[in-house]
């Protein structure tokens, strides 16, 4: 639920804004998306936050980030194989926190880290494109499509940061090789993966931020054909057929959690690029089911990494609750899913799972991270390079993303939105700090979640009309 007001046309006013920095122009995508997003989440560089939610940011940097094992995490396309067989996806996943966390801060401590480790890791790309940690007659095994798929995500992550075409254009490799391959190449994708080829498929996401950023429409038949004909094979995990027939993530393929979310935001990217109703549905039918049958109290989902029956949601130590690669994709299917409606019941999900699991998956004396994190039992973050300590930091990255925004109307006959400034400014989580929405500057003075109360001071650049929404936390019994 939202309370919206309607403001009269205010007059601009001073007022201390202490953005984090300077909106940058980076590169920019070569094709438009066929479907605009209802909610434009503030930039990351137009905006500041304090309290809980930035000083967890802070360590998220200070304690994790700016300690990574760069070495290790490189060690394995220096020298192959890897020390895991998925050793090469850490530094993707490194990346792609990283180059938030500098768009929010503009640490320059941890550019220089990025620039080095993302250069790193294009040297070791061999001539056909290859960047996996396998060794050749290993390719395409196991967790090698994985590999490439978090290669491609922090290297795009890193030239939107930079413009560096070396990263592009290593990007650019990595999709020729993979459609050279599996789309034209005929080697089974599915084949080639675990949990029934939705690891290797979850290449999907950056697949389609490739195609967005090149233009080059290969990319883009190369999506169509991981879910059209890749998953909807014989062998392939139905992941459209089976959420739009049974609406049941449970029923669909082996019911892993991380690896079909990680397909269903890279599905929520493809509908952005082409207007299928097919792909946004299935996306819609998982969140929904997540939410009815299989979400804990704290918003995570899974034990020992799977979907399980409905509403069988076992909580003690031993049942491996809340992988944090769960909390994480979970976290950025809501996030997909309310930029594309605009929607306010997705917000309430993502604070749900950002106060209650996210945060307290991550050791704040540390920094460290909980692989699982159980509702019954005592924590036990880690200090090896496994999948959820790479994970969490990109979920904690993502904060600046989830708080505040511009809510723009739809045409109900195109679907055309407003390129101009927003119908709406609007704050889907409360938080301390200050944010340049459309024109108005918000300055929010709150103690939030600790305290219910807070005072917004919104002032124009200009005399505007706008409507300020704010979402009421459906747990708020009184609210005024």
């Known amino acids: 639920m939202r309370l919206a007001v309607l403001l ?17 122009a980076g590169p920019q995508p070569k094709v438009p998306d066929a479907i605009q997003d209802r909610f434009v989440p503030v930039p990351f560089e137009t905006q500041s936050v304090t309290g809980l939610l930035g000083e967890r940011m802070r360590i998220n940097l200070e304690k994790r980030l700016l300690n990574i094992e760069e070495d290790a995490l490189l060690a394995g396309f220096r020298h192959r194989p890897g020390a895991q067989e998925w050793i090469g996806e850490h530094i993707g996943k490194y990346l792609d926190a990283a180059a938030n966390t500098w768009r929010f801060t503009h640490d320059p401590r941890l550019k220089a880290q990025m620039d080095r480790m993302a250069l790193a890791l294009i040297a070791c790309q061999k001539d056909d494109g290859y960047l996996g940690t396998y060794v050749d007659a290993q390719r395409w095994t196991s967790w090698d499509v994985w590999v490439h798929k978090y290669d491609l995500i922090g290297l795009l992550a890193w030239y939107r940061i930079s413009g560096d075409e070396r990263a592009l254009t290593a990007s650019r490799r990595i999709g020729d090789l993979l459609i050279a391959t599996f789309q034209t ?33 290969r990319y883009l038949a190369f999506a169509r054909f991981i879910v059209d004909q890749a998953w909807e094979q ?37 509908y952005r690029l082409t207007g299928d109703e097919r792909y946004f549905k299935a996306a819609l039918a998982a969140q929904h089911d997540v939410v009815a049958h299989h979400r804990y109290l704290t918003g995570t989902a899974s034990a020992h990494e799977h979907f399980r029956d409905d509403f069988d949601l076992p909580a003690e130590q031993k049942d491996d609750v809340g992988e944090g690669c769960v909390t994480v994709t979970w976290l950025q299917l809501n996030l997909q899913l309310l930029r594309l409606t605009g929607e306010a019941q997705y917000a309430q999900q993502i604070e749900r799972t950002v106060f209650n699991q996210l945060l307290a998956a991550q050791d704040p004396l540390t920094g460290n991270i909980c692989y699982f ?58 938080a301390p700090g200050e944010a340049s929405i459309g024109g108005v500057h918000v300055k929010s003075q709150t103690d939030y979640p600790f305290d219910g109360r807070a005072l917004f001071t919104l002032t124009p650049d200009q005399p505007q009309r706008f409507t300020f929404a704010l979402r009421v936390p459906e747990w708020a019994a009184a609210f005024r």
């Not at 009269?8 to 940058?24: E, M, T, V, Y």
């Open 8 to 24: 009269p046309a205010l007059l601009a006013s001073s007022i201390a804004f202490a953005a984090a920095a300077p909106l940058s």
């Open 185 to 217: 190449g005929g080697r089974d994708i599915i084949k080639s993966s675990e949990h029934v080829g939705m690891a290797a498929t979850s290449v999907l996401e950056p697949i389609c931020q490739l195609y967005r950023y090149t233009g080059d429409p």
């Open 234 to 270: 014989p062998n392939g995990p139905k992941i459209i057929s089976s959420l739009l027939s049974t609406g049941s993530v449970f029923h669909t393929a082996n019911a892993k959690a991380y690896e079909m979310m990680s397909d269903l935001v890279g599905l929520c990217e493809l």
């Open 373 to 430: 994190t159980p509702m019954d039992g005592r924590k036990q973050p880690s200090t090896d390079i496994n999948c959820c300590r790479s994970s969490e930091p990109r979920g904690i990255s993502l904060i600046p993303q989830l708080l505040w925004g511009a809510l723009r109307s739809a045409n109900a006959k195109t679907g055309a939105t407003s390129t101009v400034a927003p119908d709406t400014v609007a704050i889907e989580i409360i």
